[in-house]
T-cell receptor
Framework: DTGVSQDPRHKITKRGQNVTFRCDPI?????LYWYRQTLGQGPEFLTY????????KSRLLSDRFSAERPKGSFSTLEIQRTEQGDSAMYLC???????????FGQGTRLTVV | DAKTTQPPSMDCAEGRAANLPCNHS???????VYWYRQIHSQGPQYIIH???NNETNEMASLIITEDRKSSTLILPHATLRDTAVYYC?????????FGTGTSLTVIP
């Protein structure tokens, strides 16, 4: 499968715990995006990488959220001290350049109890 | 902030063409229009994109008006599997701005 891969697909965690999600983009795609989607809403932009550089972060990305892409390939999104409001689908996408379409993974559904 | 306006919902009879409109009156000269769709509980699926000219691929056609202030996505022969939320996106800078999209229901 050469598409965008996200792991895990589902995560249930207790409030206050830390969670980490992984995204493997399509090979040779230098752009990688993280989005969050809640029920009934369109995806909301969180952050974006070009290669290993994190070039833009949304104000939605509080201090509890951190994203990395250490070697310009896979990326991780960590949420510290999770809150119930963090429950959402976390989507990763990659694109080959500035004008090409972005291809999304199937997402990680986080439930904070 | 979404830069597009779409009707919240539409119906289409199976086998007929589905025409999904989108307004993007504030689009800039170098901004592309993208269309995605999302089937329940799946990630958004890329459909098509364009700048000025009409575009066609194996999934759909994209018609962009001459002033670029609106566009229409055409699914030529809608099937039940085309039931989904369709997002029209104007790509601003480095990110894709999703609005709330159009929920298309294809009716047997």
């Amino acid at each position: 499968d050469t598409g965008v891969s996200q792991d895990p697909r589902h995560k249930i965690t207790k409030r206050g715990q830390n969670v980490t999600f992984r995204c493997d983009p399509i090979s040779e795609h230098n752009r990688l995006y993280w989005y969050r989607q809640t029920l009934g809403q369109g995806p909301e932009f969180l952050t974006y990488f070009q290669n290993e550089a994190q070039l833009e972060k949304s104000r939605l990305l509080s201090d509890r959220f951190s994203a990395e892409r250490p070697k310009g390939s896979f990326s991780t999104l960590e949420i510290q001290r999770t809150e119930q409001g963090d429950s959402a689908m976390y989507l990763c996408a990659s694109s080959p350049g500035m004008t090409g379409g972005a291809f999304f993974g199937q997402g990680t559904r986080l439930t904070v109890v | 902030d979404a830069k597009t306006t779409q009707p919240p919902s539409m119906d289409c009879a199976e086998g007929r063409a589905a025409n999904l409109p989108c307004n993007h009156s504030t689009i800039s000269g170098n901004e592309y229009v993208y269309w995605y769709r999302q089937i329940h509980s799946q990630g958004p699926q890329y459909i098509i994109h364009g700048l000025k000219n009409n575009e066609t691929n194996e999934m759909a056609s994209l018609i962009i008006t001459e002033d670029r202030k609106s566009s229409t996505l055409i699914l030529p022969h809608a099937t039940l599997r085309d039931t989904a939320v369709y997002y029209c996106i104007v790509r601003g800078d480095n990110q894709f701005y999703f609005g709330t999209g159009t929920s298309l229901t294809v009716i047997p």
